[in-house]
């Protein structure tokens, strides 16, 4: 997201014009809100501190009210030889290291964690560091998913910075991926085998909604309605909280159904343990631009996970 000045100054090369649009946005509905999870690329210090200082601020009409969630990206984590998986120099030399202290998680590892809160049970996943199988993160995720009380939390969400699913990214599709290469190949055979209900994705400046996705495939021809038992797995790319926005590639990603580059960010809202509603909202306004419902019974949920499930593609 990024931080933004009030004073009228800009920052240096104003990466981050959408920053106070998506923070005063939230503040003016947060009494419709029960938590706030930001994953990844939060403030874009990169190794100086007082831009923490300058977005912590920013932050604090939130943070001190709400239960504020927050997982490292590569403007947190990532710097050479630092036992990142990405040896790049995103972070400024941080190494995750603010990111990981300044926050209240509820794990010792601070990077990657679980956590119930109402209907919904959370698996934050570390996309700075290896998550394929065979490695103790891929353990993690999996003992996460499958951790879930779908009776108490229905809802299982999976978060991860840097597209471990689908995205439509420019630079995705000049690489013929449209993921963070071996990313959805390791974990969507777990995704399956949980039933996970929407993975959630940043680290793309933009908003993007998937599919319900099950073996590389669409199981499911509604667009904003989702009934009985879904399959597959949502996909979303919630990415416009502020910082520069990102462009879509010019090919037809026939899994995609509706995107937007502009700044904004999504509401997940659980009535009960049979109906869910998702809304995009842009940080303009704070109107509704997308959105979807899911209807079902909750136990078709639980019978599946016990007994697998088999997928029939309607569209693809």
Not at 29 to 41: A, C, E, K, R, T
């Amino acid at each position: 997201m990024g931080k933004g000045e009030r004073d009228g100054a800009n920052a240096y090369s104003n990466k981050h014009p959408g920053a106070l649009n998506t923070t005063d946005t939230l503040i003016k509905d947060l009494d419709n809100f029960d938590i706030v999870m930001h994953i990844g690329d939060m403030s874009y210090a990169n190794g100086y501190i007082s831009q923490w200082d300058q977005f912590l601020a920013q932050m604090e009409p939130i943070t001190s009210k709400v239960p504020y969630m927050v997982a490292s990206g590569n403007h947190e984590r990532d710097w050479p030889n630092s036992g990142s998986f990405y040896d790049t120099d995103d972070s400024g030399g941080e190494c995750g290291v603010p990111a990981e202290t300044l926050f209240y998680v509820p794990a010792e590892n601070r990077a990657k964690y679980s956590t119930d809160y109402g209907m919904f049970h959370f698996c934050v996943a570390d996309t700075e560091h290896d998550w394929r199988i065979g490695t103790e993160q891929y353990a993690f995720i999996e003992k996460c998913l499958a951790s879930a009380n779908r009776h108490k939390q229905p809802w299982l969400i999976f978060i991860a910075h840097r597209v471990l699913g689908y995205s439509s990214n420019d630079w995705y599709g000049q690489e013929g991926s449209f993921e963070e290469p071996m990313g959805r190949e390791h974990l969507q055979s777990l995704w399956q085998k949980y039933k996970v209900d929407i993975a959630f994705f940043g680290h793309v400046h933009n908003y993007e909604r998937v599919c319900p996705i099950y073996q590389n495939q669409c199981v499911n021809d509604e667009k904003n309605h989702y009934s009985g038992t879904v399959n597959g797995t949502i996909h979303v790319v919630a990415g416009g909280g502020g910082s520069h926005l990102s462009d879509y590639t010019e090919l037809d990603t026939v899994w995609s159904i509706h995107k937007d580059r502009d700044f904004g960010f999504v509401k997940l809202t659980a009535f009960n343990q049979s109906s869910l509603l998702m809304e995009y909202k842009k940080s303009s306004d704070g109107e509704v631009y997308d959105s979807f419902t899911i209807s079902r019974d909750y136990r078709d949920v639980l019978a599946c996970v016990h007994d697998g499930c088999e997928a029939t593609t309607l569209a693809t």
